[in-house]
């Protein structure tokens, strides 16, 4: 069975600083993978996605993620963080088209003034 | 805002009770997901509706039961509440020939006392 590990459960960054959150997944071929936002209260908003091709994939709000099949990591990083970034991110995988997402158990984003 | 919309969006029901929580899918969209997010966890599969026929369930008692419907729209029934069932729970459409990329409503915070 597949799984996904965020190892960080909460992290703290100021304004302006870099960010990088991990997510490691377990399943012997390559799955389809995902980045989600949530914020407080709030369902899911897709940030950014890797199906195949280019390992490097931009999302939104400046967010991008690097899938590394070497290390089965697909780790979420932006240059510069703004306050509005505050929020959980999740990590999930998909084996095939039309099965279910798997999530890992979030990372909880909080931003220094 | 992705075009799937929950209701009702808070609910408050007595142990025992029976609850239905709604979906209405995106426009186009034919496959529709349930998943309960308790609170500091990620989103767990609870099962999946594909053209009306469910297509895939998660580790849930048989308590749990849905509906899709002709439009697509569906519905999540939980019988005999228990108080471990407060949770969000997520609906998610998707298309099957992208069926890669599920689009989330805001949820329906269910909280049994």
């Known amino acids: 069975a597949q799984s996904v590990t965020q190892p960080d459960i909460h992290i703290t960054v100021s304004e302006g600083a870099s960010l990088e959150l991990r997510c490691n997944y377990s399943?012997?071929?390559?799955?389809?993978l995902f980045w989600y936002v949530q914020s407080p209260g709030q369902g899911l908003q897709l940030l950014l996605k890797y199906f195949s091709g280019d390992t490097l994939v931009q999302g939104i709000k400046g967010f991008e993620a690097e899938f590394k099949r070497s290390q089965s990591s697909f780790n979420l990083r932006k240059p510069s963080v703004h306050w509005s970034d505050a929020a959980e991110y999740f990590c999930?995988?998909?084996?095939?088209?039309?099965?279910?997402?798997?999530f890992g158990t979030g990372t909880r984003l909080a931003v220094r003034p | 805002e992705t075009g799937v919309t929950q209701s009702p969006t808070h609910l408050i029901k007595t142990r025992g009770q029976q609850v239905t929580l709604r979906c209405s899918s995106q426009s186009g969209h034919n496959t529709v997901s349930w998943y309960q997010q308790a609170l500091g966890q990620g989103p767990q599969f609870i099962f999946q509706?594909?053209?009306?026929?469910?297509?895939g369930r998660g580790n849930f008692p048989p308590r749990f039961s849905g509906l899709q419907f002709p439009n697509y729209s569906s519905e999540l029934n939980v019988n005999a509440l228990e108080l471990d069932d407060s949770a969000l729970y997520l609906c998610?459409?998707?298309?099957?020939?992208?069926?890669?990329?599920?689009?989330f409503g805001q949820g329906t915070r269910l909280t049994v006392v």
């Open positions: 399943y012997g071929a390559t799955p389809y």
């Open positions: 998610a459409s998707s298309f099957e020939a992208v069926g890669t990329e599920a689009f």
């Open positions: 509706y594909y053209r009306e026929e469910e297509n």
């Open positions: 999930a995988v998909l084996k095939s088209s039309g099965d279910k997402l798997t």
